[in-house]
């Protein structure tokens, strides 16, 4: 148990500003780490760059979700007022599809909103209500006014000690381990 | 030092000044969360109490409603569709200028919105409330709401697809659901900050929960600004198409006044205009109670006013728009009926309507009107009774005088349908002190981000 309890799980080092953050992430991406965020409070530009991440696949998401959503709208709108219950109105045909069209758009935009923000969650992996960050008493800055990086242990080049020389080498204002207290 | 922000001339050349006060990051989240952290100021209790009140008389008035139905109200037989109709395309349109300022200032790239844009996506939300709430109210026998749904039924009849009221449905619905999305997507970021803050247990327990766990960081922030976008993206169509169908609901039957193709966009174009009102009405009191005359600038309230003064005229236009082609069509019934708006029984609506909405919002083309705070106030509140006046006038003078003279009878409110509109309003102040108190009414994660220390271009290298 006591050895479990010293267990590092990351690396939290801070720094002072958007643009020093931005730096120091080329360089950590530079160093080859692949487990490593950068936690600020609002989203930096530039920032997916300098880390080398690739681009969100949600957009894809959202799109195949919208086209499936208008087709099930579509569809079923087809089925109910043209197969299941035949409706008569002013003698126009019974999928006289223009009249179909306002609700088609609305469950094509509900199914793609829903996939936006669910997918959002799902790549995000939240909610996740625990985190190596939160080890530290630190971290609550990072909603406040904090810029910090974190490494993950599992990282291949993670290593307790290099990685912290390696922060402080690159200008970081403190580092510190990630452990239960 | 070496990484000072660069002095103010270089801040200058990328943009003007969004926020005043030489606020830093740290400010921002101190002056907003404390809002929901300090003690509960007086005026808040006073301003709820009334509102609950009003809620409660309006809801017991839905209660006997509901007991006795829809003969309390004063519809009589031409006029089958008062105010319920009326106060159901007010709501939804007033809440549609929150998306517009959430959404179409997004994609425009107007970073001022970010000041006013969360308070605004609220009252969307409960506008939206109140409007669906007169539909469901109106039906008189509420128990049978759920025919306006798709469901499978003992009967095996599925609703009329064809029908712009069942549009209404599917359009109001989903609106709802989207904003309600965007609304608390754009909180969780916040949430994180009012979590770390907490002081007491349960107090992060919440937070925490409705958080999600949020980090901060960028591997999120990429997914989430995209999410943004794309919502952003969404809404936008989506807060034309609801009112365009809307009014719909008119322009599809074939009462003169009501069957014009014009309806879609002046209806559109109402709505952003009563809705910026509502926006400012809110926005002048708010800023006063909780001091944010540095959040919300006279800057924010004077390009609000540019936008009602353009908006106004666009449904001026509409207007005069109406009567020409009501001569122009050389229809008889069409030309009575606009003569009879504007000189008719309901002449006193029509004239209140026209005065403020088309001569009100003429005196924002001068500056000093357009940056004097109590005269601005008072604009938007007539510009809203305007728009309430646009919509009575829509249906009382088209329903009221028909094709047929003999069937012709007059309107007029009984207490009921005054006092549920009232109760509306009950509704839509609770919702509204309960958020201001509670959550962050300000974007605390945008306000950040539009900083001109927040752009890593601005540091020297």
Excluded at chain 1, 172 to 178: D, G, I, Q
Excluded at chain 2, 29 to 41: H, L, V
Excluded at chain 2, 130 to 154: E, K, S, T
Excluded at chain 2, 166 to 179: E, K
Aim: charged share 15%; proline share 5%; net charge neutral.
């Amino acid at each position: 148990m006591a050895k479990k309890e010293n267990k590092v799980y990351g690396i939290l080092a801070e720094f002072d500003n958007p643009a020093e953050l931005l730096h120091a992430a080329e360089k950590v991406r530079d160093a080859g780490y692949k487990r490593f965020d950068c936690h600020s409070p609002f989203p930096i530009h530039g920032m997916d760059e300098a880390m080398g991440l690739k681009r969100s696949p949600l957009g894809w998401m959202v799109g195949f979700m919208g086209m499936t959503g208008a087709g099930l709208g579509t569809l079923m709108q087809w089925w109910m007022n043209a197969v299941d219950y035949k409706l008569v109105i002013s003698g126009k045909p019974f999928f006289s599809y223009p009249a179909y069209v306002p609700v088609t758009f609305g469950v094509g935009v509900l199914f793609a909103a829903l996939t936006a923000v669910f997918g959002m969650f799902h790549l995000n992996r939240l909610p996740m209500l625990h985190h190596p960050v939160y080890y530290s008493d630190n971290f609550g800055k990072v909603t406040d006014d904090g810029f910090m990086i974190s490494v993950e242990a599992t990282d291949p080049k993670f290593d307790a000690q290099a990685t912290k020389s390696f922060f402080e080498s690159i200008g970081a204002k403190s580092v510190e381990l990630l452990q239960p207290e | 030092m070496e990484t000072a922000v660069k002095s103010s001339v270089d801040v200058k050349a990328h943009g003007a000044q969004l926020i005043d006060g030489n606020q830093t990051f740290h400010s921002v989240t101190e002056k907003i969360s404390q809002i929901t952290e300090a003690g509960t100021p007086k005026m808040w209790y006073v301003g709820f109490g009334i509102s609950v009140l009003l809620l409660l008389m309006g809801f017991s008035m839905i209660g006997y409603l509901i007991w006795e139905g829809t003969g309390i109200w004063g519809l009589n037989n031409p006029v089958g569709w008062g105010w319920a109709i009326v106060n159901f395309v007010w709501w939804v349109g007033i809440g549609h200028a929150g998306t517009l300022i959430s959404a179409i200032l997004f994609l425009f790239r107007q970073r001022w919105r970010t000041s006013i844009n969360r308070f605004a996506e609220a009252m969307t939300i409960f506008a939206v409330m109140c409007a669906g709430l007169f539909p469901a109210i109106h039906v008189g026998r509420i128990w049978m709401a759920y025919y306006m749904f798709p469901l499978p039924n003992q009967m095996a009849m599925w609703p009329n697809f064809r029908s712009p009221l069942l549009w209404d449905v599917f359009a109001v619905s989903t609106y709802f659901t989207v904003s309600l999305l965007f609304w608390y997507v754009g909180l969780v970021p916040d949430l994180a900050t009012l979590r770390d803050r907490a002081k007491s247990m349960f107090r992060k327990k919440i937070m925490g929960i409705f958080s999600l766990g949020w980090r901060g960081g960028n591997r999120q922030w990429q997914h989430y600004e995209l999410a943004y976008l794309l919502l952003a993206g969404l809404a936008t169509p989506l807060v034309l198409s609801v009112h365009s169908i809307v009014s719909t609901d008119f322009a599809t039957s074939i009462l003169p006044g009501w069957h014009t193709t014009i309806f879609p966009p002046y209806f559109v174009a109402g709505a952003i205009f009563s809705g910026f009102a509502m926006v400012m009405t809110l926005g002048i009191i708010a800023r006063k109670i909780f001091n944010l005359e540095e959040f919300i600038t006279i800057k924010h309230l004077e390009r609000m006013n540019i936008i009602m003064l353009l908006t106004g005229m666009m449904v001026g236009y509409a207007y005069s728009c109406e009567f020409f082609i009501a001569w122009y069509s050389g229809n008889e019934y069409e030309t009575f009926t606009f003569m009879n708006r504007a000189f008719g029984p309901y002449a006193w609506a029509y004239w209140t309507m026209i005065f403020c909405n088309v001569v009100v919002p003429q005196a924002f083309w001068f500056k000093k009107l357009r940056t004097n705070i109590p005269f601005m106030f008072v604009a938007t509140i007539l510009i809203n009774i305007g728009m309430w006046f646009e919509r009575f006038v829509i249906v009382a003078t088209s329903l009221s005088r028909d094709f047929l003279p003999s069937s012709w009878d007059y309107y007029s409110p009984t207490v009921f349908d005054v006092g549920i509109y009232v109760g509306s309003f009950g509704l839509f102040f609770t919702m509204f002190f309960l958020f201001i108190r509670f959550l962050p009414f300000i974007s605390m994660t945008e306000v950040k981000g539009v900083l001109p220390q927040a752009d890593p271009h601005n540091y020297k290298h």
